[in-house]
């Protein structure tokens, strides 16, 4: 494996080296590489449910008692955020609640008559969307349906749910408490009103102040807030002041997204302002580096890509001891081979194999009523994109990997070699023999590293790019 080494210590100093023509060099399309191969890359646009689960079958076999993860997606929102890449549906309807998690429940038993008994579930996220849209009791209905129990031990499983501030009520709070959640996530972005204006998600500061307070009040050991830099009309002095009331509130994590502008991909709803409103290349690196220096001097420590945590939280610890893990829910620090995505859009992973749900609440709906698994595309993985696919998570979670010794594949391990040496070139990474430090200047391009690894991303010759820009 390649070896990437890094200090959660970091001195910010080394943000002020990187100059504007370097960024510039840098900052290109790219994943953010919650799997290999990405999704654009997949060989399956007309998968099968029955081809998928073949391969769950097979992957349940090769890795036996193994748990796995869930992610249900919970897609409606009462209104669109113009920044937002996730599938949704927006409507105020909320008769749609019932019947949607009726069939989020059908789903998971047809997947329990593949499940070998006594299956564990380790960890369970709420995904969106506006998990919060939904009521607590149609929440709690769905959870007692997915365990068949009242609560859950929260030492044994971790649970976790995505929040509008805005739509979370203290029922919402307390329900999921008492099941078993001790985590929960605020989509904060940014508290600048016309920054707000623009994205079209308008919270006080008071007002997230409240649901946050309200948390930590009931029992939440672990809030996060996701602050996003990049946005339209977002400036030094405004950004400063989001930093500033989100060190004063001290969430246990933080997610610090750079801005995803891709409103050429179908379905983002990302108008209402162009590119000329959005801070670019240096502009937008300065965002990020000084909530960097902001957050570090404040006792926060950096973890993985674009996430902090204070030190005694669980995701701080998982990174210390080399067991963070990355999937289709980010970072988390339960690592499993099988993450089932239940609802429309969601994404399965069972190591060897992908598989993504219908985009449409409709198309989902129907397949699952007619007793069908809802898939409709997928990729299963050879034996060399397992390998590299090992390579590319190692360099995200734990930013260390080795090349194997025992692989088949020194002619591409060659070619990989040559695509990192611009990267040793600019001081980025070490390569000593089969192993390859990133430095701490190298440590914000860790994106652009993984693409040195990404044997798709090489082949690639399309005209419209596929990914946001990695700066």
């Excluded at 391969?55 to 993860?69: H, K, T, V, Y």
């Excluded at 897609?75 to 909320?94: D, V």
């Excluded at 699952?368 to 898939?375: F, H, T």
Aim: aromatic fraction near 12%; hydrophobic fraction near 35%; charged fraction near 20%.
């Amino acid at each position: 494996m390649i070896k990437v080494i890094f200090s959660t210590s970091y001195a910010p100093y080394f943000c002020h080296m990187i100059t504007k023509e370097f960024i510039q060099k840098y900052n290109v399309p790219g994943p953010r590489y919650t799997s290999y191969p990405t999704v654009p890359f997949w060989k399956k646009n007309e998968f099968h449910s029955a081809e998928w689960l073949s391969e769950l079958d097979q992957a349940l076999e090769r890795f036996p008692n193994s748990s796995i993860g869930i992610y249900i997606h919970l897609p409606y929102c009462e209104s669109l955020c113009t920044f937002c890449g996730c599938h949704k549906r927006i409507t105020k309807n909320h008769q749609v609640e019932t019947p949607y998690i009726d069939t989020v429940l059908k789903e998971w038993e047809l997947y329990q008559a593949h499940l070998p008994l006594g299956t564990q579930i380790s960890e369970l996220h709420f995904g969106g969307g506006t998990p919060t849209f939904f009521q607590a009791t149609e929440l709690v209905r769905l959870l007692r349906g997915i365990f068949k129990l009242d609560s859950i031990d929260p030492s044994t499983c971790d649970l976790s749910f995505e929040a509008h501030p805005g739509s979370t009520t203290e029922a919402h709070l307390k329900s999921l408490y008492v099941f078993g959640f001790r985590r929960v996530s605020f989509g904060i972005q940014d508290y600048d009103h016309t920054v707000q204006k623009a994205i079209h998600r308008i919270q006080s500061f008071h007002e997230i102040q409240q649901v946050h307070h309200l948390a930590k009040s009931i029992g939440y050991r672990s809030i996060n807030h996701d602050l996003v830099y990049g946005l339209p009309h977002q400036s030094l002095i405004g950004f400063e002041q989001t930093i500033d009331y989100t060190i004063q509130l001290k969430p246990e994590r933080i997610a610090l997204y750079g801005y995803a502008h891709v409103p050429w991909m179908k379905g983002t709803g990302q108008r209402g302002y162009d590119e000329k409103d959005l801070p670019q290349d240096s502009e937008k690196r300065a965002l990020y580096e000084m909530a960097c220096e902001k957050l570090l001097a404040n006792g926060y420590l950096a973890i993985g890509m674009d996430h902090f945590a204070l030190p005694t939280d669980a995701l701080a610890l998982a990174f210390s001891e080399k067991s963070l893990h990355r999937n289709f829910m980010g970072y988390t620090t339960k690592s499993t081979q099988f993450l089932l995505g239940l609802g429309m859009s969601a994404i399965s992973d069972c190591w060897t194999g992908f598989a993504q749900n219908d985009k449409t609440v409709e198309s989902y709906q129907e397949r699952i009523r007619n007793g069908e698994l809802a898939v409709f595309r997928g990729h299963l993985l050879n034996e060399l994109e397992l390998e590299i696919r090992t390579y590319i998570l190692d360099l995200m979670c734990h930013f260390e990997t080795t090349f194997q010794e025992t692989s088949t594949f020194k002619e591409t391990h060659d070619f990989i070699l040559t695509k990192l040496q611009p990267l040793i070139q600019d001081d980025l990474i070490v390569v000593q023999g089969k192993s390859v430090r990133v430095t701490e200047l190298g440590y914000p391009f860790v994106r652009n590293i993984c693409m040195a690894f990404d044997l798709d991303l090489h082949q690639y010759q399309g005209e419209k790019p596929l990914f946001s820009a990695t700066i």
